[in-house]
């Protein structure tokens, strides 16, 4: 089992706030979908003016997020970032390696799988062992065919699939009935989220205050989302049925749960709410006495200053109104950021860190302060 996430925006329609909750989303959702598989993690970034950005790890999801590497990748989740494709690998056929971890390029197709393609070996055979890991051969036939069920009859197995094929702008999702797939849509800011399950959205949503409809991705449907026709109201997507070679015995078609395109809504569903923090609660600024989001914030003590204010009244860069402040400590975005002196840090590191230590510092690459022990 793997796990599948990610999303797909109208380049340039999000205002900084909802670009800061975009990425804030895309990391919860990242990070939970480890439950689904710890052998290796894998994103890509596409753009439409740019190259596409493929990163894979060892590492499990859950740890990536924390880790540099993860925070620079986040950076390029910009304005005019089309789509996003996230993926955990808990392997079944082939090495673990980075080579072997989703997502794949195969020709002008880049996709992530979650399932298993039952007859692989007599693939494998045929095509004198092309490739190592069995997804593969899957975008491999997606890419050289133009019908897409063509492709799908060369292989007997199950899947959910994400993928991108001759067109930056357009997400394709995919699944039967033996493997689960779940998408919401933020209307306000035109942002389509998809993952494994609906538990994941309901999960990530909610922690950061964004209502969206969430449902179950009908069974046996082609859906292509191109990004240019979302609205307010709809994505547009475009369906297609196709037929499934499945193996019957390989799962149980829960009708409860698959097949029926319900939703529900996040504020409905019996989440675990532990870490659960409401972002859409707001307080006041102590500068120009505005609301403002949680997700905006930097903290003096029991005050709290906007983000906006911080920035015209202090030393950083313009540009971090758009990116947000990262802490001096361990580099990821600070939610609620703590200032002391010149320095900005995350609340977790703002407990765990004496302020006090010897820190010699230097700029970063958004104005926010990084750390260097002397």
């Known amino acids: 089992m793997c796990g599948l996430a990610g999303f797909a925006k109208t380049p340039n329609e999000q205002s900084r706030h909802q670009m800061r909750k975009v990425r804030k989303i895309s ?36 740890v990536f997020v924390d880790s540099p590497e993860y925070n620079k990748i ?22 673990v390696t980075v080579r072997n971890a989703h997502p794949f390029v195969v020709g002008s197709t880049i996709g992530a799988h979650n399932g298993m393609i039952y007859n692989h070996e007599d693939i494998d055979e045929k095509h004198k062992e092309l490739y190592e890991v069995d997804s593969q051969y899957l975008f491999h036939f997606i890419n050289d065919n133009e019908s897409l069920q063509k492709a799908l009859d060369e292989i007997y197995g199950d899947y959910a699939l994400s993928w ?30 998809y993952a494994s399950t609906k538990e994941h959205l309901k999960k990530a949503l909610s922690k950061y205050g964004v209502k969206a409809y969430i449902y179950d991705v009908t069974i046996d449907t082609h859906y292509v989302y191109d990004v240019y026709k979302f609205s307010s109201e709809s994505t547009n997507a475009k369906t297609s049925k196709i037929e499934s070679n499945t193996l019957e015995y390989n799962y149980t078609p829960f009708k409860s749960y698959y097949g029926y395109n319900a939703y529900d809504y996040y504020g409905q569903s019996d989440f675990d709410s532990s870490e659960f923090v409401d972002y859409s609660k ?14 905006d914030l930097i903290k003096y003590g029991e005050e709290y200053s906007c983000l906006d204010c911080e920035v015209d009244r202090s030393r950083l860069e313009s540009k971090v109104k758009d990116v947000g402040l990262d802490c001096c400590i361990c580099g990821d975005y600070a939610d609620i950021a703590r200032r002391e002196g010149d320095y900005y840090y995350c609340e977790n590191c703002y407990e765990d860190v004496k302020i006090n230590t010897q820190l010699k510092i230097e700029g970063g690459s958004h104005g926010s302060a990084y750390k260097e022990w002397i």
């Not at 005019?80 to 090495?95: K, N, P, Q, V, Y």
């Open 164 to 193: 991108i094929k001759n067109s930056k702008t357009e997400l394709n999702l995919l699944h039967e009935g033996g493997r689960d797939l779940a998408v919401a849509y933020w209307k306000k800011a035109k942002v389509l989220f």
């Open 282 to 295: 707001r307080v006041i600024c102590m500068h120009c006495n505005k609301m403002t989001e949680h997700i």
């Open 74 to 95: 986040s950076n390029e989740y910009r304005k005019d970032t089309s789509i996003c494709m996230l993926h955990t690998r808990h392997a079944t056929e082939g090495d």
């Open 27 to 62: 990391k919860s959702l990242l990070k939970s979908i480890a439950d689904r598989g710890k052998h290796s993690t894998g994103v890509s970034v596409i753009s439409e003016k740019d190259e596409p950005i493929i990163y894979k790890t060892l590492q499990s999801s859950d």
